[in-house]
């Protein structure tokens, strides 16, 4: 059973940070691009960042560039989204998701996702 788990979300101020985990399982993500992508309500899904499971080829949303940074620790198959300054703007359910091979920013093209973690940023 391969599964995504995410952990961390919760309620913050403006300003403020959180830092979201996917516990990953089920089998080895060698050679997989990792993602964080986000839904806000009333809006479709999108794209947040990625990296390569070797810890690689990191790319960013332009809205989050400079205030989140995105890292995976490979011994514990686990993916982080460390999120600082945070904005009302950045309130949505955050979603973990792989996929094998390169970089896309198009969230259909994942196979694997997580169940999702709310994130309330308050003004």
């Known amino acids: 059973q391969v599964q995504l788990v995410e952990s961390g979300g919760g309620l913050v101020q403006s300003g403020g940070s959180l830092r979201l985990s996917c516990a990953a399982s089920?089998?080895?993500?060698?050679?997989?691009?990792m993602a964080w992508f986000r839904q806000a309500p009333g809006q479709e899904r999108a794209f947040v960042g990625s990296?390569?499971?070797?810890?690689?080829?990191?790319v960013y949303a332009d809205s989050v560039k400079g205030r989140f940074t995105i890292s995976r620790d490979a011994a514990k198959n686990t993916l982080y989204l460390q999120m600082n300054n945070l904005k009302p703007e950045d309130t949505a359910v955050y979603y973990c998701?792989?996929?094998?091979?390169?970089?896309?920013?198009?969230?259909?093209?994942?196979?694997?996702w997580g169940q999702g973690t709310q994130v309330t940023v308050s003004s």
């Open positions: 998701a792989a996929r094998p091979g390169y970089y896309s920013g198009i969230s259909s093209l994942y196979n694997y």
């Open positions: 089920g089998r080895t993500f060698t050679g997989y691009t």
């Open positions: 990296i390569l499971s070797s810890g690689g080829s990191i």
